[in-house]
């Protein structure tokens, strides 16, 4: 597999479109399935780990979008490699720590992304920019439709589709919107949110997804329950929920830039000045920056770069995307160097 193709194409995603995308960055679906007749990976042997995934990578050749597919076995990738899709959120930080019995399948755009062998059998993935649930459920399901006609599923017409962990069984509907909110962590409510979320059973997670931190200021929220609920109902409740962020997000950008413009608008310059003249920055650091450089364009602050531009390096800076734009290891301080003398090259 040659990663250079996907190393030097920016996702759709990253493109910073799709509604609400000052605030939203991407929406993401995901289905857990399982194939009958094979034993859960919980107690599978590597033997039959190793026939789930030749099973599934068969069964991919006859579905009607395969041409579209790129597939990775994930024995034949380095460990940078593996991190780079991580980075790229294609596949799980558990799934990149790989054998010789997981792969994953990614469409040329980037949209789409199928785990072998991750926690489940398979799982799912539709990613796309903005808010974007209606066109997101449409897409999956069709995937999930065109699939399930060479694929025999797990499904009980009492439990609905069986999978690894209690929480996913039903309708195994995960949906994940990566949300950016700097200005309710400026003004200190970020808290408030989170709590409210976690009340009405709201998972909140980082970056990278789960056990991950908030960096940037950047938070993915997802449903935690699916059992007992139809897909349009876990829709529906996300469809409730965000609006009501993007709002409180809106607002607290208006009136931080009315009550306290001189700071905010200094704060976000001197960000913007860090960036473009600094000669070694963390990655920690530069997410920081970034963060506010992105508040910076939407409140108007900053108008001689993009959202674009912007969200690309969010990705193109971590870690394994540097290294593999260096086409060579970095040692971490040599990766700051790299990191540095990238975001000046675009932003300059």
């Not at 597999?1 to 996907?6: A, F, G, W």
């Not at 449409?138 to 995937?143: F, G, H, L, S």
């Not at 998972?203 to 200021?217: I, K, N, S």
Request: with cysteine; hydrophobic share 40%; proline share 3%.
């Amino acid at each position: 597999m040659n990663m250079d193709k996907l190393t030097n194409q920016v996702s759709d995603w990253l493109k910073g479109s799709g509604p609400d995308a000052d605030i939203i960055i991407s929406t993401r679906l995901r289905l857990a399935r399982n194939i009958r007749g094979f034993v859960f990976l919980s107690y599978a042997l590597a033997k039959q780990r190793i026939e789930i995934e030749s099973f599934v990578h068969e069964k991919l050749k006859k579905v009607p979008f395969h041409d579209k597919l790129i597939y990775i076995q994930m024995k034949d990738l380095s460990l940078i490699d593996r991190q780079f899709l991580v980075e790229r959120h294609l596949i799980s930080q558990d799934h990149a720590k790989a054998s010789s019995y997981r792969a994953v399948a990614v469409e040329r755009k980037e949209t789409l992304s199928i785990m072998v062998n991750e926690e489940d059998h398979l799982r799912l993935q539709v990613i796309l920019a903005g808010f974007q649930l209606a066109d997101g459920w449409k897409e999956i399901n069709k995937i999930d439709t065109q699939m399930e006609k060479y694929i025999p599923y797990a499904f009980s017409p009492q439990f609905g589709y069986l999978t690894a962990c209690p929480t996913n069984v039903g309708t195994a509907l995960r949906i994940s919107v990566m949300l950016h909110l700097p200005a309710l962590a400026i003004a200190r409510q970020i808290d408030k949110v989170l709590n409210a979320l976690s009340r009405i059973k709201f998972a909140v997670r980082g970056f990278y997804g789960e056990g991950t931190q908030a960096l940037g200021d950047f938070y993915q929220i997802s449903n935690q329950v699916t059992l007992g609920k139809s897909e349009q109902e876990i829709i529906n409740e996300m469809q409730n929920v965000i609006p009501e962020i993007i709002k409180f997000e809106r607002n607290w950008r208006e009136k931080l830039l009315d009550d306290n413009n001189k700071k905010l608008k200094d704060s976000i310059m001197r960000a913007y000045g860090i960036l473009r003249h600094a000669e070694t920055i963390t990655s920690e650091e530069t997410m920081k920056h970034l963060s506010l450089i992105r508040l910076g364009i939407n409140m108007n602050v900053i108008k001689d770069t993009t959202l674009k531009k912007i969200n690309e390096l969010f990705i193109y800076t971590q870690p394994a995307h540097l290294q593999k734009i260096s086409k060579r290891e970095l040692a971490p301080s040599l990766r700051d160097i790299a990191r540095a003398k990238y975001i000046k090259a675009h932003l300059n």
